[in-house]
């Protein structure tokens, strides 16, 4: 099956179908079920450009709304990692006269509080209420709209032109790409970057992190595909930084085309990328193949604790708990509920596969015998936190890159 790449136009062939999915932060009451939103989760890579996209994609409003549950500052890491995002920007780029930034999907404002704790003028620009409310409450000024084109010309003609322009885990969901990217024209300065974090492609086909595709993910970026996206939207990536976030991330700097000049890092991972093959089609079908596999030993072993008599619980209820549940097909017959502490997720069920979502006070109450681990990403903080589960004889069940039992 082939579709038309959403940047370049170029044709796109499919590689892997994850089935029929929900929207992955879809998080319901019991009521609800009967009227839950799903759609074909299927991913493909463009031939001309190398952008790895989704097939099909959910409009943004389904997947942002007064109810969305993600919060960027849920865990500690996250917390410190997006505070220090904040300082190397106060640092670095908005030094000089009555600098400006604007975020894009700002979600619960973690970075911009720090900015405006500095006194520096910024704005985030949030679509979903709920988290929008959160940032304000943390002295964040925010926009509640969604960024393109239009916003961007409403954000100038209001607060003038902005020195920075950033993204973390935001870019990668926008579907209607071109508009945003003219927006980020339309707004930045002559000398002024545009910087967004997102998933590597690299981290998810050589990782094997397949449940890092989901509803929201409609992009899959890699330094190839972000260079040729600039270059037609009259920017140049001037810097390419792997970062630990989510398992293994990029933070991309783009300029307008030659106002700086490119960091060494930018040639050798393009280089790299070209030399590992990252989105040629064999090297994307494997991939495919690879998940298949996982799917059907995370199963197997599954149904063989449930026949042992044994107990498994769930770990973490992330956007990515949605893939892997309804790909598997893990009901509660297998896993009975999942702890989570985001305190929106409790009391709700996990989208599609119905999984209760319980306080973390459930994991211990008592300990299962075995937990999987869907918050894999935050690995080191949990077992830190979880170490009276292995005292107890608990083991850790994780699937990404293979399955396997700590």
Request: include cysteine; proline fraction near 4%.
């Amino acid at each position: 099956m082939y579709t038309r790449c959403r940047v370049c136009g170029g044709k796109v062939g499919e590689f892997l179908d994850l089935g029929r999915q929900p929207t992955a932060n879809g998080f319901l009451l019991p009521h609800e079920v009967n009227r839950e939103f799903t759609f074909r989760l299927a991913v493909g890579a463009c031939a001309d450009c190398a952008l790895v996209q989704l097939i099909d994609e959910v409009s943004q409003e389904v997947r942002y709304h007064a109810g969305y549950r993600y919060h960027a500052s849920g865990s500690a890491s996250h917390r410190q990692h997006f505070e220090g995002n904040a300082r190397r920007l106060l640092a670095t780029e908005l030094g000089g006269s009555d600098p400006f930034i604007v975020e894009i999907g700002c979600n619960d404002g973690v970075m911009l509080a720090t900015v405006a704790a500095a006194g520096v003028r910024h704005l985030g620009v949030e679509p979903s209420t709920n988290v929008a409310d959160v940032a304000r409450s943390r002295g964040v000024r925010v926009l509640t709209e969604y960024f393109d084109a239009g916003t961007a010309a409403a954000i100038r003609a209001e607060h003038g032109p902005s020195n920075v322009i950033f993204g973390a885990n935001t870019i990668c969901h926008i579907a209607h790409i071109e508009s945003l990217m003219r927006g980020v024209d339309v707004l930045l300065t002559s000398d002024g970057v545009f910087i967004f974090e997102e998933p590597y492609l690299g981290t998810i086909v050589e990782g094997r992190a397949f449940d890092q595709i989901y509803d929201e993910h409609v992009f899959y970026f890699s330094v190839t595909s972000v260079a040729a996206m600039a270059e037609r939207f009259g920017l140049e990536l001037v810097d390419a930084e792997q970062i630990s976030m989510h398992g293994g991330e990029i933070r991309y700097t783009l300029a307008r085309a030659g106002a700086r000049v490119p960091a060494p890092g930018v040639a050798a991972l393009l280089a790299d990328e070209q030399a590992r093959r990252l989105s040629a089609p064999d090297t994307l079908e494997e991939f495919g193949r690879h998940v298949e596999r996982v799917r059907d030993e995370l199963v197997t072993l599954l149904r063989q604790i449930r026949a042992d008599g044994l107990r498994v619980v769930g770990y973490g209820a992330p956007g990515k708990a949605s893939t892997v549940t309804n790909y598997c097909r893990i009901g509660s017959d297998l896993v009975p509920f999942v702890c989570d502490s985001t305190p929106s997720k409790q009391g709700h069920l996990l989208p599609g596969s119905h999984l209760p979502v319980r306080a973390p006070e459930a994991f211990a109450d008592p300990y299962p015998d075995y937990a999987l681990l869907f918050a894999w990403n935050h690995a080191e903080e949990i077992m830190a936190k979880e170490q009276g589960f292995r005292e107890a004889g608990g083991r850790w069940i994780r699937f990404v890159p293979e399955v396997r039992v700590d």
